[in-house]
Protein backbone atom coordinates (compact mmCIF):
# COMPACT_ATOMS: atom_id res chain seq x y z
CA UNK A 1 0.00 0.00 0.00
CA UNK A 2 1.04 3.39 -0.93
CA UNK A 3 1.30 6.38 1.46
CA UNK A 4 -1.21 7.79 -0.47
CA UNK A 5 -3.78 4.93 0.13
CA UNK A 6 -2.97 4.71 3.75
CA UNK A 7 -4.09 9.15 3.86
CA UNK A 8 -7.25 8.14 1.92
CA UNK A 9 -8.05 5.51 4.38
CA UNK A 10 -7.46 7.19 7.15
CA UNK A 11 -9.94 9.95 6.22
CA UNK A 12 -12.57 7.39 5.37
CA UNK A 13 -12.37 6.36 8.86
CA UNK A 14 -11.74 9.67 10.56
CA UNK A 15 -15.67 10.55 8.42
CA UNK A 16 -17.06 7.29 9.51
CA UNK A 17 -15.97 8.26 13.35
CA UNK A 18 -17.56 12.01 13.20
CA UNK A 19 -20.35 10.38 11.54
CA UNK A 20 -21.17 7.54 13.81
CA UNK A 21 -20.16 8.57 16.94
CA UNK A 22 -18.99 12.89 16.59
CA UNK A 23 -17.15 14.47 19.31
CA UNK A 24 -19.81 16.30 21.75
CA UNK A 25 -19.54 20.26 20.77
CA UNK A 26 -18.70 21.50 24.21
CA UNK A 27 -15.20 18.78 24.36
CA UNK A 28 -12.90 21.07 24.31
CA UNK A 29 -14.21 23.74 26.84
CA UNK A 30 -14.41 20.76 29.30
CA UNK A 31 -10.97 19.41 28.49
CA UNK A 32 -9.21 22.28 29.21
CA UNK A 33 -11.74 22.99 32.50
CA UNK A 34 -10.75 19.40 33.61
CA UNK A 35 -6.60 20.02 32.96
CA UNK A 36 -6.80 23.47 34.83
CA UNK A 37 -8.67 21.74 38.10
CA UNK A 38 -6.76 18.38 38.15
CA UNK A 39 -4.38 19.69 40.81
CA UNK A 40 -6.70 21.76 43.15
CA UNK A 41 -6.31 20.37 46.51
CA UNK A 42 -7.63 22.07 49.73
CA UNK A 43 -3.91 23.05 49.99
CA UNK A 44 -3.88 25.65 47.04
CA UNK A 45 -6.49 27.69 48.10
CA UNK A 46 -8.13 30.33 45.75
CA UNK A 47 -5.80 33.07 45.81
CA UNK A 48 -7.15 36.72 45.00
CA UNK A 49 -5.55 39.98 45.07
CA UNK A 50 -7.72 42.63 46.03
CA UNK A 51 -5.57 45.12 46.08
CA UNK A 52 -2.18 46.19 45.78
CA UNK A 53 -0.67 49.27 44.73
CA UNK A 54 3.20 50.35 43.91
CA UNK A 55 2.41 53.76 42.98
CA UNK A 56 5.38 55.33 45.27
CA UNK A 57 9.02 54.37 46.02
CA UNK A 58 8.40 55.40 49.74
CA UNK A 59 6.88 53.03 52.77
CA UNK A 60 3.69 54.22 53.20
CA UNK A 61 0.04 52.92 52.24
CA UNK A 62 1.19 52.04 49.18
CA UNK A 63 2.92 49.36 50.98
CA UNK A 64 -0.03 47.65 52.48
CA UNK A 65 -1.15 44.49 50.80
CA UNK A 66 -4.68 42.96 50.87
CA UNK A 67 -5.01 39.08 50.11
CA UNK A 68 -8.32 37.23 50.06
CA UNK A 69 -7.91 33.06 49.91
CA UNK A 70 -11.05 30.78 49.94
CA UNK A 71 -11.07 26.98 49.54
CA UNK A 72 -15.21 27.33 49.28
CA UNK A 73 -15.17 25.92 52.71
CA UNK A 74 -13.71 29.10 54.75
CA UNK A 75 -12.56 32.27 53.64
CA UNK A 76 -9.20 34.16 55.08
CA UNK A 77 -8.91 38.20 54.44
CA UNK A 78 -5.16 39.75 55.47
CA UNK A 79 -3.95 43.09 55.32
CA UNK A 80 -0.35 43.25 55.30
CA UNK A 81 1.72 46.50 56.08
CA UNK A 82 5.46 47.42 56.89
CA UNK A 83 6.52 48.64 60.24
CA UNK A 84 9.44 50.54 60.69
CA UNK A 85 11.92 48.26 61.65
CA UNK A 86 11.82 47.05 58.32
CA UNK A 87 9.58 44.14 59.00
CA UNK A 88 5.81 43.71 58.41
CA UNK A 89 2.47 43.04 60.57
CA UNK A 90 0.09 40.48 59.07
CA UNK A 91 -3.65 41.76 60.63
CA UNK A 92 -6.04 38.89 59.12
CA UNK A 93 -9.74 37.72 59.62
CA UNK A 94 -10.93 34.57 59.23
CA UNK A 95 -15.13 33.72 58.69
CA UNK A 96 -15.35 29.92 60.07
CA UNK A 97 -14.51 29.29 63.78
CA UNK A 98 -10.84 28.20 63.90
CA UNK A 99 -8.83 26.70 66.83
CA UNK A 100 -5.30 28.13 65.08
CA UNK A 101 -3.74 30.10 62.80
CA UNK A 102 0.04 29.49 61.63
CA UNK A 103 1.82 31.57 59.64
CA UNK A 104 4.92 29.35 58.16
CA UNK A 105 7.92 31.20 56.65
CA UNK A 106 11.39 29.48 55.63
CA UNK A 107 11.58 26.86 58.59
CA UNK A 108 9.85 29.25 60.96
CA UNK A 109 6.32 29.66 61.89
CA UNK A 110 4.64 31.71 64.38
CA UNK A 111 0.91 30.64 65.76
CA UNK A 112 -1.83 32.38 67.40
CA UNK A 113 -5.31 31.58 68.34
CA UNK A 114 -7.93 33.95 66.92
CA UNK A 115 -10.29 35.66 68.61
CA UNK A 116 -13.45 36.05 67.27
CA UNK A 117 -12.53 35.89 63.82
CA UNK A 118 -9.48 38.08 63.99
CA UNK A 119 -5.51 37.35 64.49
CA UNK A 120 -2.31 39.35 64.24
CA UNK A 121 1.21 38.99 63.98
CA UNK A 122 3.59 41.28 64.47
CA UNK A 123 7.54 41.10 63.55
CA UNK A 124 7.38 39.11 60.14
CA UNK A 125 10.64 39.52 57.95
CA UNK A 126 9.67 39.98 54.36
CA UNK A 127 9.79 36.55 52.29
CA UNK A 128 7.64 34.29 51.13
CA UNK A 129 4.67 32.94 53.36
CA UNK A 130 2.09 30.71 53.94
CA UNK A 131 -1.12 30.34 56.02
CA UNK A 132 -2.33 27.78 57.60
CA UNK A 133 -5.47 27.84 59.45
CA UNK A 134 -6.77 25.12 61.72
CA UNK A 135 -10.58 24.91 61.92
CA UNK A 136 -12.58 23.74 64.41
CA UNK A 137 -14.73 21.75 62.43
CA UNK A 138 -13.47 17.93 61.82
CA UNK A 139 -13.10 16.28 58.44
CA UNK A 140 -15.26 13.54 57.24
CA UNK A 141 -11.97 10.90 58.34
CA UNK A 142 -12.54 12.84 62.17
CA UNK A 143 -8.77 14.84 61.71
CA UNK A 144 -9.03 19.01 61.84
CA UNK A 145 -10.01 20.45 58.87
CA UNK A 146 -7.68 23.08 57.30
CA UNK A 147 -7.26 25.77 55.39
CA UNK A 148 -3.65 26.04 53.63
CA UNK A 149 -2.88 28.57 51.51
CA UNK A 150 -0.22 29.31 48.37
CA UNK A 151 2.54 30.96 49.29
CA UNK A 152 2.47 34.68 48.89
CA UNK A 153 5.04 37.31 49.63
CA UNK A 154 5.30 39.90 52.90
Known amino acids: MSAETDAELFRALRRTWEDVDPAPADLVDRMVAAVATADLSREYALLTLV ?8 RGDADALTLQFSDGTASVLMHV ?12 WVDAPAVSIELEQ ?12 RFAFDGIPVG ?3 LRVILAAATDAGTPAE ?8
Not at 81 to 92: A, M, T
Open 51 to 58: SQTDLAAV
Open 106 to 117: DGRSWTTAPEHG
Open 81 to 92: VPVESGLRRVDG
Open 147 to 154: LRTPRFEV
Open 128 to 130: MTR
